[in-house]
């Protein structure tokens, strides 16, 4: 009776044991997401977010053409890691060509909402 116990645990740990990295995984890819709200009075047209160490912006995030007030956006990072950095600039350029430059550390905040008329922002943890 003792061995049949012993090995149907050693079998359930060894089929277990794949699943606990693939959990992990998926946590940490989302460590950095956020939504961004669209409360302010102008169209946001173009979304850039890059490490704080980076001197280089990369291509608009937004994923659509504009961001009308009132409307939110789901800004994610499929590819990082646990080693990703946490500081990020943020860069949001309104309809008027103002924008918002923010340095967040993503991995303590869940969404940022602009408000007002341009260069405001409200940090939700």
């Excluded at 003792?2 to 998926?26: C, E, G, K, M, S």
């Excluded at 608009?60 to 504009?66: A, C, E, K, P, S």
């Excluded at 789901?74 to 990082?80: A, E, G």
């Excluded at 103002?98 to 909402?113: F, G, H, R």
């Amino acid at each position: 009776m003792l061995p049949n116990l012993f090995r149907n645990l050693l079998l359930a740990t060894t089929l277990a044991l794949p699943i606990v990295p693939l959990n992990i995984q998926n946590a940490l890819a989302n460590h950095l997401d956020f939504t961004l709200y669209n409360n302010n009075e102008l169209s946001i047209w173009a979304i850039y977010v890059s490490a704080a160490k980076s001197d280089y912006w990369g291509g608009d995030i937004l994923g659509r053409d504009v961001l009308s007030s009132g409307e939110s956006t789901r800004v994610s990072f499929p590819y990082s890691t646990a080693s990703s950095p946490c500081v990020y600039d943020i860069k949001i350029v309104y309809s008027n060509a103002t924008y918002d430059l923010t340095q967040e550390n993503l991995c303590q905040i869940d969404s940022i909402s602009t408000r007002g008329y341009g260069g405001d922002y409200i940090l939700q943890r």
